[in-house]
């Protein structure tokens, strides 16, 4: 895997018949669609992937089979959070023998780790793991927060390569970069995962975007990710338009929490992208009413054979 990765690397929806059955179908289309639209990496089993309210079985066959369908295409980063570090592992070595290229990282989310015991967590669990890992900071979800320090000094291990930030805070992103970058680590990549702020956070020095939408629409990612490359603010802020335009009209259907999931997997199934949009439990996908929502949402979107139609 080069070093640091760089891009746009989505976190897939899992394609779900029911609770128990992956869809292979629409898992291939869905990649494939990825590929076609240009992305740097895929990532697997994350928060999006819905990997918590999976069992371990799918969890596996998913790495499995994107493995087996991406052949070797694009780096595949697979997530192993767990409460467990044996599952962790367990996992970790499952996506090894498949071929994927990194693993990703939360905290373990149910009992609360104060720094010095998360910084000794991974100090344990990294040499056991066969592939270099990406911390990843979802403190919404795990009830924990990576401080900048503790970055810093797991960064000094090799085989923790970078770091995936979800905390939609851009001066913790900064923080995050400027702590590792005191180390004289060099190759360290950051990857901002809230897709509305992932333009600026590239802009200034960060690698990449594992943003949810491109699932939709990998190009308008890939765009926004050349643009700040590039310092193109002029066409940052055309492209961001589209971006908060679907933030905003996509994910704010519902009341509740999984509303980003439903709204998400409601409109990969009615562009085509995977054919149902089954949730895990304990979720449920949205009724007619809000699927109809989701419709009009898209029909206000420049939409052309099923890909957003983005001006040079």
């Given at each position: 895997?080069?070093?640091?990765?760089?891009?746009?690397?989505?976190?897939?929806?899992?394609?779900?018949?029911?609770?128990?059955?992956?869809?292979?179908?629409?898992?291939?289309?869905?990649?494939?669609?990825?590929?076609?639209?240009?992305?740097?990496?895929?990532?697997?089993?994350?928060?999006?992937?819905?990997?918590?309210?999976?069992?371990?079985?799918?969890?596996?066959?998913?790495?499995?089979?994107?493995?087996?369908?991406?052949?070797?295409?694009?780096?595949?980063?697979?997530?192993?959070?767990?409460?467990?570090?044996?599952?962790?592992?367990?996992?970790?070595?499952?996506?090894?023998?498949?071929?994927?290229?990194?693993?990703?990282?939360?905290?373990?989310?149910?009992?609360?780790?104060?720094?010095?015991?998360?910084?000794?967590?991974?100090?344990?669990?990294?040499?056991?793991?066969?592939?270099?890992?990406?911390?990843?900071?979802?403190?919404?979800?795990?009830?924990?927060?990576?401080?900048?320090?503790?970055?810093?000094?797991?960064?000094?291990?090799?085989?923790?390569?970078?770091?995936?930030?979800?905390?939609?805070?851009?001066?913790?992103?900064?923080?995050?970069?400027?702590?590792?970058?005191?180390?004289?680590?060099?190759?360290?990549?950051?990857?901002?995962?809230?897709?509305?702020?992932?333009?600026?956070?590239?802009?200034?020095?960060?690698?990449?975007?594992?943003?949810?939408?491109?699932?939709?629409?990998?190009?308008l990612y890939v765009a926004m990710y050349d643009a700040a490359?590039?310092?193109?603010?002029?066409?940052?802020?055309?492209?961001?338009?589209?971006?908060?335009?679907?933030?905003?009209?996509?994910?704010?259907?519902?009341?509740?929490?999984?509303?980003?999931?439903?709204?998400?997997?409601?409109?990969?199934?009615?562009?085509g992208v995977i054919d149902d949009d089954f949730v895990a439990?304990?979720?449920?996908?949205?009724?007619?009413?809000?699927?109809?929502?989701?419709?009009?949402?898209?029909?206000?979107?420049?939409?052309?054979?099923?890909?957003?139609?983005?001006?040079?």
């Amino acid at each position: 895997m080069k070093q640091p990765l760089c891009g746009i690397i989505p976190p897939l929806v899992t394609p779900l018949l029911n609770n128990e059955t992956l869809d292979v179908t629409s898992l291939e289309r869905l990649i494939n669609h990825l590929i076609d639209g240009g992305v740097h990496g895929l990532f697997i089993l994350g928060t999006t992937g819905e990997e918590q309210s999976l069992s371990y079985h799918i969890r596996q066959q998913m790495i499995r089979e994107t493995c087996r369908i991406n052949a070797n295409r694009l780096p595949v980063l697979v997530c192993i959070t767990d409460t467990s570090i044996v599952e962790s592992i367990r996992l970790a070595n499952i996506a090894a023998e498949c071929g994927a290229s990194g693993l990703v990282s939360a905290p373990p989310y149910y009992f609360a780790t104060g720094q010095p015991e998360l910084a000794q967590f991974y100090e344990e669990l990294v040499p056991q793991l066969p592939l270099p890992v990406f911390l990843y900071n979802m403190p919404s979800h795990v009830k924990v927060n990576f401080a900048p320090a503790t970055v810093a000094r797991l960064s000094q291990m090799p085989q923790v390569v970078g770091m995936k930030d979800s905390s939609a805070n851009a001066v913790y992103f900064q923080s995050v970069m400027y702590a590792v970058q005191q180390t004289g680590r060099k190759d360290f990549a950051m990857l901002c995962g809230p897709e509305e702020i992932t333009g600026e956070c590239v802009l200034m020095g960060g690698h990449g975007g594992v943003n949810g939408g491109a699932n939709m629409f990998p190009e308008l990612y890939v765009a926004m990710y050349d643009a700040a490359r590039q310092g193109d603010i002029q066409r940052m802020r055309h492209l961001q338009q589209y971006i908060m335009q679907i933030s905003s009209s996509i994910y704010s259907i519902g009341q509740h929490g999984s509303s980003y999931l439903k709204g998400l997997k409601c409109a990969c199934s009615l562009l085509g992208v995977i054919d149902d949009d089954f949730v895990a439990s304990p979720f449920y996908k949205f009724n007619q009413p809000e699927r109809d929502k989701v419709q009009k949402a898209l029909d206000a979107l420049p939409i052309v054979n099923g890909k957003l139609k983005i001006e040079k």
